[in-house]
């Protein structure tokens, strides 16, 4: 039941971001710049948490969990943190 939920409302999302740039052309381009967008982040992602990680002399290639486990807050925070201010910034 909730995947049809999910369907419904992603289909009412398109279906109003239509409306909005007046143009189906401008949605498909506005829809692969954001799809390529968020491909290359998932691509980048590993490797910009491994580099914060060995930034402040921790990894996440280790099977320590203490280190495990400070490699996490150490890109994690950060990173929320970023997301954040880009969430604020993007609010209406």
Known sequence: LSLIFEG???SSAW???V???NSRWRLLSYGSIFISMQGLASFASPFLCEYLARRNS???ISANEKELADAAVVTM???SLLQFAMQIVAAP
């Open 8 to 10: 419904v409302r992603c």
């Open 15 to 17: 279906a109003v971001k």
């Open 19 to 21: 409306r909005v740039l």
């Open 58 to 60: 921790s990894t996440f």
């Open 77 to 79: 925070v950060p990173l």
